[in-house]
């Protein structure tokens, strides 16, 4: 009997063992299931861009066209601090106090042609009294400016639609109802930024970016009930989006940076931008700088802006056969629309200079790269040098 005992106490005990085990390997299987599971779900980092990041990048192949043989520029920013004081701690902090960093980012990103110059003396000097020998940068301009604007809830809407209804009577009695809410509030932050000639330190005429940007705050709420006499039961959903502000700044950052530098060195910026504008300032700084050349500089740079086109003319300042031959055929591929036109005028050579194809136009419409918009109705091409 005793014998019976132990072996009916082995055979349990090898059965608890053998049961501890498969349970531990579950217990392991599923937490390895959760934490793949997980890994997956989980949002991994992205590369920060705003939308007009890559027009930074475009703009900087646009350089390399447009300023070939020039020197490049070095920019320096002194701090970019929120002027609005709506980044203290006893506001909330609602925005950054601080965005010289994007503001170098966003420079930084254009390329080779523009180069960002820092300035950090601490860290130089610390360096230094350790034998570290540096060369100096002095930076060509200078961008100052400011988080000028945070107006809250600036403009706001709501709107409810709601509907019910009940049928029968007594213990019998339904009710079904219903209602949808949206609410919609827009804030706006506004940047400024100025560009400051290093060896004047007086800022440059009209050379500057302010521009603004509303930011959404949108929340939205889903009420349904069915209701029985005595009894109910529903439910509620509710979301909300709220537009990153710093997200927001980065945005402005990207855009003013842009139109600061494109201003500075009399490109047309806006054509790194879907749908964009010309500049006035860029056009009219053009059409002065044209017109006070001499006729032998305006076919020199008649000449070097065909050879943008791909155009194997040589620049010798003067109105050769492969000039002529050249224009006629640039004029009648993309400015046909134009008409015959005087290219020794500001209005027969703005399109040639403002169309310079680019890359990205190519790669959309390889027939209309660079073209720029031209009058209503079609005449016949042409396009000649007067005296």
Not at 82 to 99: C, F, H, K, Q, R
Not at 204 to 211: E, G, H, K, R, Y
Request: net charge neutral; proline share 6%.
């Amino acid at each position: 009997m005793m014998k019976r005992t132990l072996r009916w106490g082995a055979l349990a005990l090898a059965v608890a063992t053998l049961a501890g085990c498969a349970s531990t390997e579950n217990a392991l299987k599923d937490a390895n299931t959760l934490l793949q599971d997980r890994e997956a779900d989980k949002l991994l980092p992205v590369t920060n861009l705003s939308p007009y990041a890559l027009a930074l990048g475009r703009f900087g192949r646009m350089l390399d066209i447009y300023k070939e043989g020039d020197p490049v520029i070095y920019m320096q920013t002194r701090s970019i601090l929120d002027a609005t004081n709506l980044s203290s701690p006893l506001v909330g902090a609602e925005i950054p106090g601080d965005i010289t960093e994007m503001v170098r980012t966003a420079v930084n990103r254009i390329g080779a042609r523009v180069v960002y110059v820092p300035y950090h003396p601490d860290y130089l000097v610390s360096q230094a009294q350790l034998g570290a020998k540096f060369g100096v940068t002095m930076p060509d301009f200078l961008i100052t400016g400011a988080l000028t604007e945070f107006d809250r809830a600036i403009a706001g809407a709501g709107r409810v639609n709601s509907a019910g209804i009940e049928f029968g009577k007594g213990n019998g009695k339904v009710t079904l109802g219903g209602d949808i809410k949206r609410t919609a509030i827009y804030s706006a932050l506004a940047l400024d930024l100025n560009l400051v000639s290093f060896a004047t330190q007086q800022m440059v005429p009209q050379v500057q970016a302010s521009n603004v940007v509303k930011v959404l705050n949108f929340s939205s709420e889903d009420n349904a009930s069915l209701g029985f006499y005595g009894d109910a039961f529903g439910f509620k959903l509710e979301g909300k989006y709220l537009q990153g502000r710093h997200s927001a700044i980065r945005t402005l950052v990207d855009l003013s940076v842009l139109e600061l530098v494109g201003k500075a060195t009399n490109t047309p910026y806006w054509r790194c931008i879907p749908n964009g504008t010309p500049d006035p300032v860029v056009v009219e700084n053009m059409r002065a700088g044209y017109n006070a050349l001499t006729p032998e500089l305006k076919l020199g740079l008649i000449q070097v802006t065909l050879r943008k086109y791909g155009e194997p003319v040589q620049v010798t300042q003067k109105y050769d056969a492969e000039t002529r031959q050249a224009l006629e055929k640039v004029y009648a591929q993309r400015y046909a629309a134009l008409g015959p036109v005087d290219v020794m005028t500001w209005q027969g050579f703005e399109p040639l200079f403002f169309g310079v194809p680019m890359a990205w136009d190519t790669a959309q419409n390889p027939a209309l790269a660079g073209a720029a918009p031209a009058p209503g109705g079609a005449a016949p091409a042409g396009a000649k040098a007067g005296t």
